[in-house]
């Protein structure tokens, strides 16, 4: 009977097409996981790049400070000595280191003025980008999550189907299937195509009216001159139960 063959090729397409269609959704998942991951990591560098600085500004302000304490250290015992220098040549030569390490001290200090104003910048933004990280962290959690329940829903799905569509093999001629597939490969998947006014669904290409006929009285299978494919007669509406 070609009518039940064609039937269980309907079906097996029916099946495939399914299975195509989970598989391509499920393919977008991780691309999006990966995008998710992506942010996540640039959240995260941000944060590590800031914490570097951070570390850096307080080794730059203990050197500042330590410099300002050796300096104000030298100035103290210098302007002690020069109470007691005797000649004014003497006097004068530790007058101009005095001033030299006067005015050191005075840009040590004022450097360690900036990198504090610059630590207190610092601090605010790491404080920033750690909320961004753990907000980052959380939605990679969540959607890991969603994601993963979905995979696992479609490849559910899928299994089933893969058990149905062993079970329409079953059902077809091996010679039949082997064509089938061979259509499917080189039609994008689609090798079972309905007729509709004498136009073949599969390629928009209409079919010569005899075979038209041929395929209303489903005599035997048939396939499109055109594409190839596998062609049933679309079916009219459910025909109103006779009343009785
Ligand atoms: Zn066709």
């Not at 080794?59 to 410099?67: C, G, L």
């Not at 004022?110 to 504090?116: C, G, P």
């Not at 209409?206 to 299978?221: D, K, S, Y």
Request: charged content about 30%; overall charge positive; some cysteine.
């Amino acid at each position: 009977m070609s009518q039940d063959k064609l039937k269980t090729l309907e079906e097996l397409q029916n099946i495939d097409l399914q299975i195509r269609d989970l598989a391509a959704a499920a393919e977008k998942h991780p691309q999006r996981l990966k995008q998710i991951e992506n942010q996540k990591n640039s959240a995260k560098s941000q944060l590590d790049g800031l914490r570097g600085k951070l570390a850096e500004n307080e080794r730059a302000r203990r050197q500042q400070t330590e410099m300002h304490g050796l300096e104000q250290e030298k100035v103290r015992k210098w302007e002690t000595r020069l109470a007691e220098l005797k000649t004014p040549r003497e006097y004068a030569a530790l007058a101009r280191e005095l001033d030299i390490a006067k005015k050191t001290n005075e840009t040590a200090s004022l450097e360690l003025k900036r990198l504090l104003g610059e630590y207190e910048e610092l601090k605010k933004s790491a404080a920033a980008a750690e909320v961004t990280l753990s907000e980052k962290e959380a939605v990679s959690a969540r959607e890991g999550q969603e994601i993963g329940a979905l995979l696992t829903a479609a490849q559910e799905q899928i299994k089933a189907l893969e058990v149905q569509r062993a079970e329409a093999v079953a059902k077809c001629e091996h010679g039949l299937v082997a064509k089938y597939e061979r259509i499917r490969k080189q039609r994008g998947g689609v090798a079972v195509a309905a007729v509709v006014g004498g136009t073949c669904k599969g390629c928009q290409m209409n079919i010569p009216p005899h075979m038209a006929n041929l395929l209303r009285t489903g005599a035997e299978i048939q396939t499109c001159p055109s594409c190839y494919r596998f062609i049933y007669a679309a079916r009219e509406q459910a025909p109103v139960a006779a009343e009785v």
